[in-house]
């Protein structure tokens, strides 16, 4: 059971890639605190939204959208406000962490990785700050890629490094603006996709060595430390970096 967060009931909250994984159990778990959220996603999610509107009985609004379409996805942002009202939210979850021998990567594949895992953040973050009002909360997902130094997975972790300055960068740019920018680095959180493409028995029982607590990560693991991020609960929180990976990695 997670904390309810009452300043989150009603708040206008936009999630890229809300429709599976980790995203869905995000706009679930802000679905369940009240708040208006709209999600984009490439694939049809209107089934997901219907699961969501008889769970909650407080329905989602899908855009489908591919978000490394800037026009498209800074569009699906002006109308979510249009239907929910100022941003109060941006969370940044979608991502592709395939995995690619570093000497066959082309530009073509560096390009188009960036696009999804960098670019799209930055100009997500763009957009939410000029539809917040004295106050917002932007949480970019990142990763523990980075601070592990992750091999096989070079475009993606370089990134996520990425996305951990510039959280830094514009949450020093904001700040006078009231708006706050952090990160959340997960750990292997095995979702629907990393169960069927990479967690074999033996690469799940080699991570979870790695854990301090021996237990696999699901989604839901994910959900109150992103309700926290996104609620007055962190009012002085912002330029940070949040892991929630069981204790893989050490910070500070």
């Not at 708040?11 to 984009?40: M, P």
């Not at 498209?72 to 592709?96: E, I, S, Y």
């Not at 490094?161 to 020093?172: E, Y």
């Amino acid at each position: 059971m997670n904390a309810t967060f009452h300043d989150l009931n009603g708040a206008s909250v936009f999630i890229t890639g809300g429709g599976n994984g980790i995203g869905a159990a995000l706009t679930a778990g802000f679905l369940a605190q009240g708040a208006r959220v709209a999600f984009v996603g490439r694939s049809d999610a209107t089934a997901f939204a219907d699961q969501m509107e008889a769970d909650h009985g407080n329905r989602p609004l899908f855009i489908q959208c591919d978000i490394t379409d800037t026009t498209a996805l800074q569009a699906a942002m002006d109308q979510a406000v249009a239907a929910h009202g100022p941003l109060n939210v941006l969370v940044n979850n979608a991502a592709n962490d395939m995995r690619y021998d570093a000497m066959q990567i082309t530009t073509d594949i560096w390009d188009q990785m960036q696009d999804i895992n960098f670019k799209a953040y930055f100009f997500a973050c763009q957009k939410a700050a000029s539809l917040m009002g004295p106050k917002g909360s932007i949480i970019n997902y990142s990763s523990i890629t980075y601070l592990m130094g992750a091999a096989g997975m070079v475009p993606y972790v370089s990134a996520n490094a990425g996305i951990m300055g510039m959280t830094r960068a514009l949450a020093r740019e904001w700040g006078p603006k009231g708006i706050r920018v952090n990160a959340i680095a997960p750990g292997w959180v095995f979702t629907e996709k990393q169960e069927k493409m990479w967690a074999t028995p033996d690469a799940k029982a080699a991570f979870l060595q790695k854990q301090c607590l021996q237990t696999f990560i699901q989604p839901k693991h994910m959900v109150g430390g992103t309700l926290f991020l996104a609620s007055d609960a962190s009012a002085m929180m912002t330029g940070q970096t949040m892991v929630i990976d069981a204790g893989v990695v050490g910070t500070g």
